[in-house]
């Protein structure tokens, strides 16, 4: 049997490292393969199959950004019931997550599939790109039990403190997922739907592996009494998840506001946003790893009862986000042209993607910073704080872009998002100082009063 990871004790910064780094090129190999997806596409099958794909892309954000939310949330009760030694609870929760991440990845399927096509002409998607974002579309929430049956797998394994079983896993999927796409896009000239099939077998391959480690967790041996009698933990886990969710869906939909406008201005503008989103998805990872491993550090230590840890937890997680902005920023400030060279061939989606790479690279910090704040929120059980940021940045996206694009055109985009990302950060960085300040606070008076009963 395998044992979980434990958070709770010994030096902060060794563990959030050992943590952090297989977990970190878990995260960039699926942004790779996605950036493999969009570049096989793009030269593949030409410039307008890309922009069709990335047209789907909010979408998706959409879909999968709600299951991700829940699977998140859901985990958090994993990871402060490890923290705490509650086993019984701990069984109980996942076995919970997983009956109720069946019901909903069936539900999210006749959704997605149902409200496809009206939703994509909401979002004023060019005649030209129609028929394949249907068609990618159809494929690629078609198979979403499969994401997010590896989602919620992750999710509960980085709440053990596994972060080496998801990276092992995508590494195996990552190579099957670029092969298939080759083969099916180069050799039986499948068109998207070969790029979505290659996607979903990846999936269903990298839930496999992560199912089997979880299979064999000594802490984790479920019997069907843990299947019975959870309705109040049902309802637990919906009020941690469903705020998450629906952070991330409010989110996406502001995503979509903006991909509505950049729609509107022709296939060339939504071609390079395309190539622009994927290279900030993939820029993002590294900070957003660093969230990853503070929500699963707060969780653990705040089950513990070892508030103090939480905040040299943050200080290193803050590092890296720094180190990161620094680093991957300057890319996108300096080489904005090389970069969108790598996925599109037009000139023309070049020549506008290098005046939006720049402005998203002097404010990625907002988005890093964000990350941190808002999972350690998360972490401490109290996910309204992470929604409401997620209604802010809606508005700030939706607000700035139509104010401004009228004025300064394509660019606007980039505005938008850069706003959004400042200002949720600073909401959840306050929420986060104000919940350790209160939990540090709470911890001392019960000290003191053991200390004068002694």
Same mark, same amino acid.
């Given at each position: 049997?395998?044992?979980?990871?434990? %958070?709770?004790?010994?030096?902060?910064?060794?563990?959030?490292?050992?943590?952090?780094?297989?977990?970190?090129?878990?995260?960039? &190999?699926?942004?790779?393969?996605?950036?493999?997806?969009?570049?096989?596409?793009?030269?593949?099958?030409?410039?307008?199959?890309?922009?069709?794909?990335?047209?789907?892309?909010?979408?998706?954000?959409?879909?999968?950004?709600?299951?991700?939310?829940?699977?998140?949330?859901?985990?958090?009760?994993?990871?402060?019931?490890?923290?705490?030694?509650?086993?019984?609870?701990?069984?109980?929760?996942?076995?919970?997550?997983? %009956?109720?991440?069946?019901?909903? +990845?069936?539900?999210?399927?006749?959704?997605?599939?149902?409200?496809?096509?009206?939703?994509?002409?909401? !979002?004023?998607?060019?005649?030209?790109?129609?028929?394949?974002?249907?068609?990618?579309?159809?494929?690629?929430?078609?198979?979403?039990?499969?994401?997010?049956?590896?989602?919620?797998?992750?999710?509960?394994?980085?709440?053990?403190?596994?972060?080496?079983?998801?990276?092992?896993?995508?590494?195996?999927?990552?190579?099957?997922?670029?092969?298939?796409?080759?083969?099916?896009?180069?050799?039986?000239?499948?068109?998207?739907?070969?790029?979505?099939?290659?996607?979903?077998?990846?999936?269903?391959?990298?839930?496999?592996?992560?199912?089997?480690?979880?299979?064999?967790?000594?802490?984790?041996?479920?019997?069907?009494?843990?299947?019975?009698?959870?309705?109040? &933990?049902?309802? /637990?886990?919906?009020?941690?998840?469903?705020?998450?969710? &629906?952070?991330?869906?409010?989110?996406?939909?502001?995503?979509?506001?903006?991909?509505?406008?950049?729609?509107?201005?022709?296939?060339?503008?939504?071609?390079?946003?395309?190539?622009?989103?994927?290279?900030?998805?993939?820029?993002?990872?590294?900070?957003?790893?660093?969230?990853?491993? !503070?929500?699963?550090?707060?969780?653990?230590?705040?089950?513990?009862?070892?508030?103090?840890?939480?905040?040299?937890?943050?200080?290193?997680?803050?590092?890296?986000?720094?180190?990161?902005?620094?680093?991957?920023?300057?890319?996108?400030?300096?080489?904005?042209?090389?970069?969108?060279?790598?996925?599109?061939?037009?000139? /023309?989606?070049?020549?506008?993607?290098?005046?939006?790479?720049?402005?998203?690279?002097?404010? %990625?910090?907002?988005?890093?910073?964000?990350?941190?704040?808002?999972?350690?929120?998360?972490?401490?059980?109290?996910?309204?704080?992470? !929604?409401?940021?997620?209604?802010? /940045?809606?508005?700030?996206?939706?607000?700035?872009?139509?104010?401004?694009?009228?004025?300064?055109?394509?660019?606007?985009?980039?505005? +938008?998002?850069?706003?959004?990302?400042?200002?949720?950060?600073?909401?959840?960085?306050?929420?986060? /100082?104000?919940?350790?300040?209160?939990?540090?606070?709470?911890?001392?008076?019960?000290?003191?009063?053991?200390?004068? +009963?002694?």
């Amino acid at each position: 049997m395998a044992k979980a990871n434990d %958070l709770t004790n010994g030096s902060v910064t060794s563990l959030i490292l050992r943590f952090y780094f297989p977990m970190l090129l878990t995260n960039m &190999l699926q942004q790779m393969y996605n950036i493999a997806d969009t570049a096989i596409v793009g030269k593949g099958i030409g410039d307008t199959a890309l922009a069709a794909v990335g047209n789907i892309g909010p979408l998706t954000f959409l879909v999968f950004g709600f299951s991700m939310g829940l699977a998140n949330g859901f985990s958090v009760i994993t990871a402060q019931s490890f923290g705490a030694r509650n086993y019984s609870r701990l069984r109980r929760s996942v076995a919970s997550s997983f %009956l109720l991440c069946i019901i909903i +990845a069936a539900v999210l399927t006749a959704l997605s599939i149902s409200f496809l096509r009206p939703v994509l002409h909401l !979002m004023r998607t060019d005649a030209a790109i129609i028929h394949d974002s249907l068609v990618y579309g159809y494929c690629i929430f078609g198979g979403l039990i499969a994401t997010i049956t590896y989602n919620l797998c992750s999710c509960i394994l980085r709440a053990l403190g596994d972060s080496k079983t998801p990276f092992i896993a995508i590494i195996i999927s990552t190579v099957v997922n670029i092969i298939l796409d080759t083969f099916c896009i180069f050799v039986l000239r499948t068109g998207v739907e070969g790029a979505a099939a290659a996607t979903i077998i990846s999936q269903l391959v990298s839930s496999f592996i992560c199912w089997q480690k979880i299979r064999r967790i000594d802490v984790l041996d479920i019997s069907r009494d843990d299947f019975r009698g959870n309705g109040r &933990l049902y309802i /637990e886990l919906f009020k941690n998840g469903l705020p998450m969710a &629906l952070m991330n869906s409010i989110t996406a939909v502001g995503c979509m506001v903006i991909q509505y406008f950049v729609n509107g201005l022709g296939v060339a503008y939504t071609t390079a946003y395309s190539a622009c989103s994927k290279f900030i998805n993939l820029f993002m990872q590294p900070s957003c790893t660093a969230g990853f491993a !503070m929500s699963a550090f707060t969780s653990q230590n705040y089950g513990a009862g070892k508030y103090k840890r939480i905040r040299d937890g943050l200080r290193v997680c803050l590092a890296i986000a720094t180190i990161s902005y620094v680093t991957l920023g300057s890319l996108m400030v300096f080489f904005p042209t090389k970069l969108a060279g790598i996925m599109v061939s037009g000139s /023309e989606p070049i020549s506008i993607a290098k005046t939006y790479l720049p402005i998203c690279g002097i404010c %990625l910090i907002g988005v890093d910073y964000l990350f941190v704040f808002r999972n350690g929120c998360q972490g401490f059980g109290k996910p309204l704080v992470p !929604m409401i940021s997620g209604v802010l /940045e809606m508005a700030l996206r939706v607000g700035v872009i139509a104010a401004f694009i009228p004025v300064i055109g394509f660019r606007a985009t980039a505005y +938008a998002e850069a706003s959004a990302w400042i200002g949720a950060m600073v909401l959840n960085m306050t929420a986060f /100082e104000y919940y350790l300040r209160k939990s540090l606070g709470r911890h001392a008076v019960k000290h003191e009063k053991i200390s004068s +009963a002694a």
